[in-house]
């Protein structure tokens, strides 16, 4: 029988893993997405953690996510990495997709860095781009603080003027031109999914200011702000929308396209994890 999970459960959660995994200060979390993989140079891999043995539901298998979080050591400091993630679509409940976040953040985590797979709502923002998060719009019909979890770990209406900290923001840029390749910035649009946005549709998120469509992340960064964390999210436009062009869409396309831009995504996250992280 599946334990339904509750803040005082989080809680103990998160006592065990400091318990049996003594992760020392929690620096951060990273999340990889659809088709990703993240790595974090200069840290040493430690403990890698099924999530099935962490957290009390059931794993749903989905192509391109690990379902595992590393743990990845310098001296007294660490970084828990999320080898893919929960979707809304898959059957997850709101505190399931977001439970890794406030795990990372009753553990000490201050800054959330994301990447996702998007489809691009922009001509300009081709296939394989990058593109730096500004804000968002939640069209999946919930909100991860919803019941006990907004008063339980945090203020009952937490402020999202900045959801997507401008300087993260600001050094994301800069790493991206150090490197010497070019991101776009923009407003991600949340869909519940798991089908793909109608033309329609595609035109309807333009109109409302979207950059890039996806189904994913937005539970994610409203928690971690309501916990008061420092919020980074990278998308990879890994296709164009419906009706941007005239093939039709398809995951494979999805994972394709992250397996093709995941050098520049790697080294752009090497270069912020230097930054936003130094060493003590």
Do not use: C, K
């Not at 103990?12 to 049996?20: C, K, L, N």
């Not at 951060?28 to 891999?45: D, K, M």
């Not at 099924?50 to 595992?68: W, Y």
């Not at 039709?248 to 397996?259: D, I, K, N, R």
């Amino acid at each position: 029988m599946t334990t339904r999970l509750t803040p005082d459960g989080l809680r103990r959660i998160a006592d065990e893993f400091s318990r049996s995994h003594s992760p020392g200060r929690v620096r951060g979390l990273l999340i990889a997405g659809s088709g990703l993989t993240l790595e974090v140079p200069g840290w040493e891999v430690g403990e890698v953690v099924a999530m099935g043995d962490l957290l009390p539901f059931p794993i749903r298998s989905l192509a391109g996510h690990d379902h595992t979080l590393t743990v990845w050591r310098r001296g007294v400091d660490s970084l828990l990495v999320m080898n893919g993630r929960f979707h809304l679509y898959q059957g997850y409940a709101q505190e399931e997709v977001v439970a890794p976040v406030r795990l990372a953040a009753l553990l000490g985590a201050e800054v959330l860095i994301a990447t996702n797979a998007t489809g691009s709502l922009d001509p300009e923002v081709e296939a394989g781009s990058l593109v730096v998060v500004s804000d968002h719009l939640n069209l999946q019909g919930s909100n991860p603080l919803a019941g006990v979890w907004g008063p339980e770990l945090g203020p009952q209406f937490p402020d999202m003027t900045e959801a997507y900290d401008p300087e993260l923001r600001e050094l994301a840029h800069r790493a991206a031109a150090a490197a010497g390749f070019t991101v776009h910035e923009g407003v991600y649009a949340a869909v519940l999914g798991p089908s793909f946005e109608t033309p329609a549709e595609v035109r309807m998120l333009r109109q409302l200011g979207g950059a890039v469509v996806g189904m994913s992340t937005v539970p994610e960064v409203i928690a971690a702000r309501h916990m008061g964390m420092r919020v980074l999210v990278l998308s990879l436009a890994s296709n164009p929308a419906a009706g941007i062009n005239q093939y039709p869409l398809s995951h494979e396309e999805v994972l394709a396209a992250g397996h093709e831009a995941a050098d520049r995504l790697r080294d752009l996250v090497r270069r912020l994890v230097a930054v936003i992280f130094p060493e003590s």
